[in-house]
């Protein structure tokens, strides 16, 4: 088992004053790197960057499974409803539901949405909810990442997360559908539908926009020396 308060220290300590041995037996693992293509900065590089994917990744479940919790609590017990909708929960927790719930009223007005006002507010807090998790999990990914030393030239990867992560947000602050999709909310669909596609749309959209914050932060430590060979 990896000791993470080692770990940690070697993570955000400068790659030139720690050993290529010491990052073997703190992290436990050996990296498939091609020793003849690659210098020694470019193997520690390579475990400091499993070791923001994994905190990533386990971080980014962690969210997720909270969310999902959350989510079946509220679709399935009438009492947790009740006792999630009397917690103070900002709706500016996703900032696009001030565009949402002008839309949802309207077309509940014009009587084209399934829902009613009672389901719209729950729909409303429970992307705040949402949010405002993966959110907490932003900022602590962000500072965890300006910790961890270590930079290289990966402006490829930069630049295609940065089209998911725009696709993800753009997706996610997208108001209803009109006709039926199988992908984002439909004003035909129910309540149960509808927030598990947002819920799985935000989560999206912030899990690719803390994986491109984190290759934009690699990208900015990188030396000039030091670049992704072609």
């Known amino acids: 088992m990896i000791d993470w308060k080692s770990a940690f220290k070697v993570a ?11 990052y073997k037996n703190v992290f436990g693992f050996n990296l498939n790197i091609n020793k003849v293509y690659r210098d020694d900065y470019t193997y520690k590089f390579g475990y400091l960057m499993a070791v923001r994917g ?16 959350i989510y079946i609590l509220l679709m399935t017990s009438d009492l947790f409803r009740r006792l999630f909708m009397s917690f103070p929960l900002p709706e500016w927790g996703w900032p696009w539901n001030y565009l949402s719930k002008e839309f949802m009223f309207q077309q ?5 949405l ?7 507010d729950i729909y409303l807090k429970l992307c705040s909810f949402v949010s405002l998790i993966w959110l907490a999990l932003f900022v602590v990914m962000l500072f965890v990442n300006l910790l961890i030393s270590g930079g290289y030239n990966i402006y490829k990867p930069a630049i295609a997360l940065f089209f998911v992560s725009s ?17 984002g909310p439909s004003i035909h669909d129910s309540l149960v539908v509808m927030s598990f596609k947002k819920t799985m749309i935000i989560s999206f959209a912030y ?24």
Request: net charge positive.
């Open 207 to 230: 899990f690719s926009s803390i994986y491109f914050v984190a290759i934009v932060l690699v990208q900015f430590k990188a030396r000039p020396r030091v670049s992704a060979k072609t």
């Open 167 to 183: 696709l993800g947000i753009w997706s996610a602050s997208h108001t209803l559908f009109s006709n039926y999709s199988l992908l």
């Open 54 to 69: 994994y905190l990533i990744i386990i971080g980014s479940v962690l969210a997720f499974l909270v969310c999902m919790f």
């Open 108 to 112: 509940f007005s014009d009587g084209h």
């Open 114 to 120: 399934l829902l009613s006002k009672v389901d719209i």
């Open 12 to 22: 955000i300590a400068n790659p030139d004053t720690i050993s290529l041995e010491t």
